[in-house]
């Protein structure tokens, strides 16, 4: 076989085993699709969430629209998946310590000390007037792919892989209603007016992934770059703030 047939031939069998991403869309019962994420909106506050990431990752931004204080009881809120629930709050304390010791070079002890400082995060958060109160703590599917059902759709899309190449990329699209979606979570917020939590309100939003796109990863993220340290980077970061992709796993 000539060089450059054989050299065609190994290129076509890369792409072709170029690796796949599951692309999951958010909904929620409570919240709007925004450029900016998923939002819901009041007059006495901005909430959005964005997932934008690998795997999910929630940032959640909180905007108090009021002219006074407003207050969000992290003990008494919580991320849900299924019936798990992970609180925001934990009656711990984070230690970290340095030590400093001192000894001649021919001595068979050493004096030191040894300093540190405790932090503990705040059980009631505190959000000034016409100020954002922003949080990043939990990831939506920590490991493994989501389970697909039913039948999906097939739809085209531009390469992007190859911009010049004219055969279009084939999407297969899994679409889900609420009560049969694959993947159902939920982030369950308590907040006051005042400090005492006489003004108590919840927010619970109930999100699910309305449709699953399984698409070569490069559509989302570009080539992968393989960088000096041996970590890899990508042509292009992914922004669909009411989305987040998977890497599909394979034995």
Known sequence: MKPVALLTLCVAAL????????????????????????????????????????????????????D??????????????????????????????????????????????INGTITKDEQIGFIPPRTRLEKKQFVVVPSGN???TGKPDVVQEESKRNPNQKKPTLINVYTYAADQSPLRFRNYLTLSTDKDFKTEFTIDTDFWASDIRVVPLEQLTGTAIQQPDGTYSYQQSFNKPDSFYIPIQTP
């Open 15 to 66: 792409s072709a085993c170029s690796p796949n991403a599951q692309l999951v869309t958010l909904r929620g019962n409570n919240v709007r699709p925004d450029p900016a994420g998923l939002v819901l909106d009041n007059d006495s506050l901005t909430l959005r969430y964005n997932f934008s990431s690998q795997r999910g990752q929630m940032s959640l931004s909180l905007l108090n629209k009021l």
């Open 68 to 113: 006074r204080p407003l207050y969000i009881d992290w003990k008494r809120s919580a991320f849900i998946v299924g019936q798990n629930k992970l609180g925001y709050w934990q009656d711990v304390a984070a230690v970290d310590l340095t030590n400093s010791a001192a000894g001649g070079r021919f001595a068979l002890y050493s004096i030191g000390s």
């Open 146 to 148: 989501l389970r697909m």
